[in-house]
């Protein structure tokens, strides 16, 4: 008996069969489930549509209901529904159509609008309807409450599994499952000597970037096992990456830890799941030491920290990161004694030098306010720097040994892994060898192929014994008797050796790290210093402000007072010969010229030496002429006669005439020009001998 909802309006339309199953497993092995949904055009054809207007949609096999946008099938039935070309949708039931509640109340929605059928094992629904409407709502619902509970349940057993310990998840490079079950160290030696390298090189350097430099300047390479294709479970060997050895670090499954929940899923706008990272603190499930490891818990979390710290330089708090180039000593290390935020490092050119100073913006960065303080670092960091060495006197022979066995370690680790390389390449080579010589020569497409790869197998052998050979005696005459002496003496050395300017800055702030926890700077009438210990300890220092450029150029009072006593016996370029002879520099470390002393005297109006001199009563050589009526050559002549004394006064040798004490002056010949005593007799005497 034909279904009275079916009109001949739904007939002139075509029919649309959807055939979905979740997985490709599932079509595989589920085949009547399959045959089942095929079978549903037989209902169609009963109804009333033709065969050839009956359109099988199965494009969708294998992907799962829970969204529609993988699903092609699905997006081409609700298109179809919306241009009213359908006048029924079929599915074995509603799961088949879809699982999710927005997808399937969107077709309903269609369907009602354009008043097409919808069919399912049970009967034939007219969205329409209020009833034919409710009960394909409430199917809808349950099938997507029964997607729950199914996930429910998985789920839940993988939580079980994971609180024992026993969650199988897949290994990284480097680990692998035993036949037990039991996860365990690779047995490739290589590969664990790489893993180790890797360990202890982040560990001496303090950074991910610094360590993939070391990789990559040594010619070192890394493992990476392959998930997928035709070598799926193979070992490739390439240059690391950044991303690959931020794996490793963080990954505590290579310190013998089982974790669960390190990770959750979230749906996408578009479509899929995004992996979002769960902080350390909140991770489902941690076992340590559930199986061999690298490293040790400990270690792994100090790790995780020092990663942590680093990545805050790229964060927007940027309050510390790795060490930088700069010359700044407390980079990361300093702050704010006003407001307690971290201070960043600004640096700026005096002399031709880059000079740091540690400068609080975050009031000014995020509230609008002003700069806290800035402290210059050229007062600060030489402080630190040398309470720094002399905390690290008692210390230096432990530091000195530690370092020696360092050096020693790294070479022969890095030794041990080149030669570990050398012996798998040298073992590829051979066994391309064998497989070469198994083959027929007759048969070529198969002999020359085994043969290129013999050759390439051989060239890359040779290739790292070469390179080998290059790098062992550099690093042999690394570690030379002289060497181990130098290490050995740096218990007495510490100072120069932390003082010598060929010493790479980011090696004292690395050194200073380990000692300093942080330092607060407060910028007062004087600067203080609070220094935090890494063992609990506090160290302050209080220093002196740096005057500002005026207080510098300014000349210091006894420097004046020296200038002014000098004056009453020298000239200004005589006085400049005198402070160098004494050693004496201006402000810029320049010696003393006449210019100099004559800024000085003017600056601070200090009377010159000639008007010293005229003050005493000393006279120019015209004020002589006219007090006795003479001519200038005859002032000239009694200053070579003795009669009269020439004081040299200013830096061009110009002089002033002393008249000799004690002297009575009397009147010449014509009884206008008065004369000294001693001249008169002798213009008298003279007088005489020319009348006789």
Not at 324 to 334: A, F, I, K, S, T
Not at 365 to 371: D, E, F, I, P, S
Not at 473 to 490: F, G, N, S
Not at 639 to 649: D, E, H, M, P
């Amino acid at each position: 008996m034909p279904d009275l909802k079916i009109t001949t309006d739904h007939l002139r339309r075509d029919a649309y069969l959807y055939i979905r199953q979740s997985t490709l497993r599932q079509v595989a092995e589920n085949g009547e489930s399959t045959q089942r949904q095929y079978a549903l055009r037989d209902r169609a054809i009963a109804a009333g549509w033709p065969v050839d207007r009956i359109h099988v949609i199965d494009c969708d096999l294998g992907k799962s209901g829970s969204s529609a946008v993988s699903r092609d099938g699905f997006q081409e039935l609700v298109s179809e529904v919306a241009l009213t070309k359908a006048g029924i949708v079929m599915g074995l039931e509603v799961s088949r159509l879809a699982r999710n509640s927005a997808d399937w109340h969107r077709l309903l929605e269609l369907c009602g609008q354009t008043r097409t059928l919808i069919l399912d094992e049970d009967g034939i629904y007219d969205p329409v309807g209020f009833n034919d409407r409710l009960l394909l709502g409430l199917k809808g619902t349950m099938s997507e409450a029964e997607l729950h509970f199914l996930k429910a349940r998985m789920r839940g057993g993988q939580i079980n599994k994971a609180r024992r310990g026993e969650l199988r998840i897949g290994a990284p490079v480097g680990l692998v499952y035993r036949p037990d079950g039991a996860l365990d160290l690779d047995p490739d030696a290589e590969v664990q000597a790489a893993l180790h390298l890797v360990f202890a090189t982040f560990e001496r350097l303090g950074s991910a970037t610094r360590t993939v430099k070391y990789f990559l300047d040594e010619g070192i390479l890394f493992p990476r096992r392959l998930r997928k294709g035709t070598q799926k479970g193979e070992v490739l060997w390439a240059p690391p990456r950044h991303a690959r050895i931020l794996q490793v670090l963080h990954n505590p499954r290579y310190a013998g830890a089982f974790v669960y929940g390190r990770s959750h899923g979230r749906p996408r706008p578009g479509g899929g799941v995004s992996q979002i990272k769960v902080e350390m603190a909140d991770w489902q499930v941690v076992m340590p030491d559930m199986h061999p490891g690298y490293i040790d818990w400990a270690r792994f979390k100090a790790n995780q920290e020092k990663l942590t710290d680093n990545a805050q330089a790229y964060t927007i708090h940027r309050k510390a990161g790795p060490v930088r180039e700069g010359p700044g000593l407390l980079q990361g290390r300093v702050l704010c004694g006003l407001c307690g935020e971290r201070m960043s490092v600004q640096y700026s050119q005096e002399h031709g030098q880059s000079v740091p100073t540690y400068v609080c913006k975050e009031t000014a960065t995020r509230r609008g306010g002003k700069v806290c303080q800035s402290v210059p670092g050229k007062v600060v960091d030489p402080a630190v720097s040398a309470l720094l060495v002399k905390l690290m006197t008692p210390m230096t022979l432990e530091v000195s040994l530690a370092v020696q066995g360092e050096l020693e370690a790294r070479t022969a680790e890095t030794d041990n892994l080149r030669r570990q390389h050398i012996e798998r390449t040298r073992y590829d080579a051979e066994l391309a060898q064998r497989r070469y010589m198994k083959v027929d020569p007759d048969n070529r497409l198969v002999a020359d192929a085994l043969e290129a790869e013999w050759n390439e197998k051989l060239r890359l052998h040779t290739d790292v014994v070469e390179d080998y050979e290059r790098r062992a005696p550099e690093e042999a005459a690394a570690l030379d008797t002289e060497m181990r002496q130098r290490i050995l003496d740096l218990a007495e050395q510490f100072p120069r050796i932390w003082s010598d300017p060929r010493v790479d800055v980011r090696e004292r702030k690395r050194i200073l790290r380990l000692l300093i926890a942080d330092v607060t700077l407060i910028k007062a009438d004087k600067i203080t210093v609070h220094v935090s210990l890494s063992g609990g300890a506090t160290r302050s220092l209080t220093l002196d402000r740096p005057l500002p450029i005026a207080q510098i150029r300014k000349f210091k009072p006894d420097l004046v007072a020296e200038v002014d006593r000098l004056l009453d016996l020298h000239c200004d370029r005589q006085i400049a010969e005198i402070f160098n002879e004494r050693g004496l520099r201006t402000w810029e470390g320049s010696p003393y010229n006449l210019k100099k002393i004559a800024h000085i005297r003017n600056a601070y109006r200090l009377s010159s030496r000639r008007q010293r001199l005229l003050d005493k009563g000393m006279l120019t050589t015209k004020q002589v002429a006219i007090r006795f009526n003479i001519s200038l050559t005859t002032v000239h002549a009694w200053g070579r006669q003795g009669l009269i004394t020439k004081c040299f006064s200013d830096n061009h040798n110009r002089g002033l005439w002393e008249l000799p004490a004690g002297r009575t002056i009397i009147k010449g010949n014509a009884g206008k020009h008065p004369y000294p005593a001693r001249l008169q007799s002798t213009t008298a005497q003279s007088t005489e001998q020319g009348a006789i």
